[in-house]
């Protein structure tokens, strides 16, 4: 089974399309888990736990595991075997020459084991194309962005940028989707026109200010997964806030 086929299993198992983000920064754990990649492994345990039932798949931010080194890594590993059969998004935005891309997608697919991964396209075609070289994998390329420093770049051209990442992951076909900011929900409208089979990863929801209504009003509502992080895993009632998200999904 593929990812594309796991996801839409996995939407009606659980009822939404929300994507827990496990960004596990060991500077926010509650004071009665120890801050080290121990701590971050027992907090994400705990997470996984109370909302295993509820999550259409996680997504794990890597650079919240590389800066403890080599215990972070293997808490990152550990992470993702604790999620087992529930669908896997490797958020590291990978982006670079064929050979490394080749290097990089054999680590996320092969040794951690990620469904999905999300990848930075802007060096062009022949580095997203070794990830998806695995059948049963997907990868998602950062389109337009919600952090205020995306008009530094995505927007420009005409037609801009964004709209030339959207056309390129169109031509994957459903091997590949897009990363779209809540923050700009029209985006998704025109994305989704181009391209059509393209899941959309949306994070920006809560902290960042996106709109949950502003999404699901959205012409790609069946194909957008959105993600929280913070304003579930760092909340006083992780459980009871995904599950509001949940049935707002």
């Not at 890597?62 to 972070?72: K, Q, R, T």
């Not at 999300?118 to 022949?126: I, V």
Request: aromatic content about 10%; proline content about 5%.
């Amino acid at each position: 089974m593929n990812f594309v086929e796991r996801i839409e299993k996995r939407k009606k198992e659980v009822g939404n399309t929300l994507i827990i983000g496990l960004d596990t920064n060991v500077e926010r754990l509650p004071e009665h888990f120890s801050k080290d990649a121990k701590g971050v492994y027992e907090f994400n345990k705990y997470i996984i736990e109370s909302t295993r039932d509820i999550a259409c798949a996680y997504k794990i931010n890597s650079a919240f595991y590389e800066m403890l080194g080599p215990d972070g890594m293997e808490t990152l590993l550990k992470t993702r075997n604790l999620i087992g059969d529930i669908p896997t998004i490797y958020d590291a935005k990978r982006g670079d020459i064929a050979s490394t891309a080749k290097a990089y997608a054999k680590a996320a697919f092969e040794f951690f084991d990620f469904d999905a991964i999300t990848l930075s396209p802007y060096m062009g075609s022949d580095t997203i194309e070794p990830f998806l070289k695995y059948e049963d994998k997907y990868a998602f390329l950062v389109c337009l962005s919600s952090n205020p420093s995306a008009v530094d770049f995505e927007y420009h051209g005409n037609p801009p940028l964004y709209m030339e990442v959207a056309v390129l992951a169109a031509s994957y076909g459903k091997k590949c989707g897009l990363v779209i900011g809540a923050t700009v929900p029209k985006a998704l409208d025109e994305v989704h026109e181009i391209a059509p089979k393209s899941f959309i990863l949306v994070p920006g929801v809560g902290a960042q200010g996106g709109s949950i209504k502003n999404v699901t009003q959205s012409s790609a509502r069946e194909k957008i997964l959105v993600n929280i992080s913070r304003g579930i895993i760092f909340s006083e009632n992780p459980r009871e806030v995904a599950l509001n998200y949940a049935k707002n999904l």
